[in-house]
T-cell receptor, first 114, second 109 residues
Framework: GAVVSQHPSRVICKSGTSVKIECRSL??????MFWYRQFPKQSLMLMAT?????????EQGVEKDKFLINHASLTLSTLTVTSAHPEDSSFYIC??????????FGPGTRLTVT | GIQVEQSPPDLILQEGANSTLRCNFS?????LQWFHQNPWGQLINLFY???GTKQNGRLSATTVATERYSLLYISSSQTTDSGVYFC???????????FGQGTTLQVKP
């Protein structure tokens, strides 16, 4: 149980285009999902909290107009990187809150912007 | 905000050896989880352990909440144990996980 999927696992896009990443909880409903970013050999940095049916809450320093989050159902949250630039290249990971405090993570999406 | 510190930052073991990883946190927490990030980037849940002791096979964890630390024990290490081990905590009711910097473990055959 408690499986979270992400799609795509890898994406390469040109500078200026937008990329959408999907995060799904496969066997449970998640009213809250989280999006993280991880640079090579560093820890995970929380970008935003995604709540089903309401606006996402962004961490300080994260541009909400650049990283659009939609949580339209209890099993799906999407992150859209708009007008991507090479500095947006990173490993993006989502998690879903399984119960009050425990989170399960997706396998991650490696984004490369050329 | 709360600080989470892990030690050691790097650890190299021979297969079969035992190890202890430590996580210190600067304030009281509602949740503490240990994760293993494999070479492909997937975070695997090891323990949900805000307090007490748990065991799962060769791994066990202990959290002493009153003293604000947690320990992860790996016994009879295998090469597949290699990767980065993260400790993460939740303070308050936000559900937000705050990660430590991780311990990178390399197990040599």
């Amino acid at each position: 149980g408690a499986v979270v999927s992400q799609h795509p696992s890898r994406v390469i896009c040109k500078s200026g285009t937008s990329v959408k990443i999907e995060c799904r909880s496969l066997d449970f409903q998640a009213t809250t999902m989280f999006w993280y970013r991880q640079f090579p050999k560093q820890s995970l940095m929380l970008m935003a909290t995604s709540n089903e049916g309401s606006k996402a809450t962004y961490e300080q320093g994260v541009e909400k107009d650049k990283f659009l989050i939609n949580h339209a159902s209890l099993t799906l949250s999407t992150l859209t990187v708009t007008s991507a630039h090479p500095e947006d290249s990173s490993f993006y990971i989502c998690s879903a809150r399984f119960n009050s405090y425990e989170q399960y993570f997706g396998p991650g999406t490696r984004l490369t912007v050329t | 905000g709360i600080q989470v510190e892990q030690s050691p930052p790097d650890l190299i073991l021979q297969e079969g050896a035992n190890s202890t990883l430590r996580c210190n946190f600067s304030d009281s927490v509602n949740n503490l989880q240990w994760f293993h990030q494999n070479p492909w980037g997937q975070l695997i849940n090891l323990f949900y352990i805000p307090s007490g002791t748990k065991q799962n096979g060769r791994l066990s964890a202990t959290t002493v909440a009153t003293e604000r630390y947690s320990l992860l024990y790996i016994s009879s290490s295998q090469t597949t144990d290699s990767g980065v081990y993260f400790c993460a905590v939740v303070r308050g009711n936000t559900g937000k996980l705050i990660f430590g910097q991780g311990t990178t473990l390399q197990v040599k055959p």
